[in-house]
């Protein structure tokens, strides 16, 4: 079937059969994809942002003209393609798609990254600063060094993601979700820690956010707000906490 540029945005396409459909050039924003089959569909340039799928989505043999690698990029692919490739890399469960793994670059050059699903991404020593991130999907990411300096990360889930070294002086980190993630395996559980060891948060607005069991030791969070920020078992040994605003209740609850 050729359903070339069709936009089915939020849809829901639970169980829809694609197989050996060209969906090129199609919009599936927001569309419920769980156990659909796309066996043999051609999906380049199709928009994949949030779709939702699980382990009976079939993307088997899909095809993307921009996973081929071929002279249609003319050299290095642009901060926009290669994201787009790691989003359809995320939400296909690697089926499609590329992991994206950078580092020195950078992202200001998409202003604003607002929602988008970046799951597992490895980007260390980027410039993230001063860029609209509210509610960014950076679970089980590795972002050592990057610079967040001024960024918006208010409502971002970060579950799982190691933030070593980084900057984020000023960032706004109210309401973000620290926890840790939890891997469900055959016969055990495993869980990932949010890391922000050595993390400059000087001035940070922590104001609601979830941080615990996270590590920041030897963190900076000096005139950090730090207002009903929960932090059970967090690490807090070595922190800097001079002029934080802090709730002693919370305080007791961290590892000091």
């Keep these: 079937a050729d359903m070339t540029g069709v936009r089915m945005v939020d849809a829901d396409l639970r169980k829809a059969k694609f197989e050996e459909t060209n969906l090129s050039g199609a919009d599936l924003t927001g569309s419920d994809l769980r156990s659909a089959k796309l066996v043999k569909s051609i999906l380049s340039g199709a928009n994949l942002e949030w779709i939702s799928t ?3 989505t079939d993307f088997k043999d899909s095809i993307r003209a921009e996973d081929k690698h071929t002279d249609i990029y003319h050299g290095q692919k642009s901060l926009d393609e ?6 359809a890399f995320v939400n296909s469960a690697g089926a499609i798609g590329k992991q994206l793994k950078i580092s020195g670059r950078d992202m200001t050059e998409s202003m604003s990254l607002r929602r988008f699903s970046l799951t597992a991404l490895v980007a260390k020593e980027c410039d993230f600063s001063y860029m609209n991130l509210t509610q960014i999907q950076l679970q089980s990411s590795i972002l ?8 918006n990360m208010s409502g971002a889930d ?3 993601s190691s933030f070593k070294g980084a900057k984020m002086r000023g960032t706004d980190l109210s309401l973000a979700n ?22 400059d948060l000087t001035d940070a607005n922590l104001s609601g956010a979830d941080l615990s069991h996270a590590s920041l030791k030897n963190a ?3 005139g950090a707000d730090l207002t009903d920020c929960k932090l059970h078992q967090a690490d807090l040994r070595g922190a800097i906490l001079k002029g934080a605003i802090t709730d002693e209740k919370e305080l007791r609850e961290a590892v000091l």
Excluded: C
């Excluded at 290669?82 to 989003?87: A, G, P, Q, T, V």
């Excluded at 050592?144 to 960024?151: E, L, Q, V």
């Excluded at 620290?178 to 993390?199: A, C, I, T, W």
């Design 220 to 222: 900076i969070l000096i």
């Design 82 to 87: 290669l994201l787009s490739d790691h989003i």
């Design 158 to 160: 970060l579950r799982g």
């Design 144 to 151: 050592h060094g990057s610079d967040f300096t001024g960024a």
């Design 178 to 199: 620290m926890k840790p993630l939890y891997f469900s395996g055959k016969s055990s559980q495993r869980k990932l820690f949010v890391n922000l060891d050595d993390v």
């Design 54 to 56: 699980d382990s009976e």
